[in-house]
Structure formats: C-alpha cells, structure tokens
Nanobody, 123 residues
Framework: QVQLVESGGRLVQAGGSLRLSCVASGRTLAVAFMGWFRQAPGKEREFVAGIRRSDYSTNYADSVKGRFTISRDKSMNTVYLQMNSLKPEDTAVYFC????????????????WGQGTQVTVSS
C-alpha cells in the first residue's frame, strides 16, 4: 500500500502562486507515475499534471501548461505542484495520486489517492 498526504492548499488571489506538496509513504518503490488531479464542485475529477519515476518526464493538461510545474524529489517520495498565474477557474480540491504502471491521464488508472487539499482563487 501507498499512503499519500497533500498540503499547501489555501485561499489566494487571482494572479497569485501556490505550491502544493504530496508526501508518499509505504511501498513507494512500486510507484511508476504520480499525478495531480483536481475536482471542482459539480464537475468530474480532471488530470492536471503527472511525472514519471524512470525519467522525470512530465505531462500537463492544456489548461495549466505554462502556468503549473510538477516536480519531485530524487526518491519520488515527495511531489510538488507549483501553480503560478492562478485563475478563479483553478479553484478546486487538488488530489495527489500514484500509479503502479504506465503514465496514466485518467483517474481510473491510479491505484492510490490522497485526501485532497482545497485551493480557492478569488477574483
């Protein structure tokens, strides 16, 4: 099992920045890919960004490209999401997720999830 704990979410004004953190524990060596998702009220959970253990390669949703950056420490026990130029439409609960294989962009292909951290962007 892998446990994930997110932190860093808060209220921020539009145009501001936040850095989210996700700390993984347990059988972390089994994790091949880690992703960030978000879910706004009344909407489905959507992929935001992901990073691969093997080569540090990354994927981003079009809506966040150029504004968000995902990174990790060497062990991949901590993954970060740096969010710049935040917009009100970025308001959501942000979830960290871990996958044992592939580089998935859909929530159903992840085996482990954190509890989420609330990000609210005021206009």
């Amino acid at each position: 099992q892998v446990q994930l704990v997110e932190s860093g979410g808060r209220l921020v004004q539009a145009g501001g920045s936040l850095r989210l953190s996700c700390v993984a524990s347990g059988r972390t060596l089994a994790v091949a890919f880690m992703g960030w998702f978000r879910q706004a009220p009344g909407k489905e959970r959507e992929f935001v960004a992901g990073i691969r253990r093997s080569d540090y390669s990354t994927n981003y949703a079009d809506s966040v490209k150029g504004r968000f950056t995902i990174s990790r420490d060497k062990s991949m026990n901590t993954v970060y999401l740096q969010m710049n130029s935040l917009k009100p439409e970025d308001t959501a609960v942000y979830f960290c997720a871990a996958a044992r294989w592939g580089s998935p962009l859909v929530a159903s292909e992840y085996q482990y999830w954190g509890q989420g951290t609330q990000v609210t962007v005021s206009s």
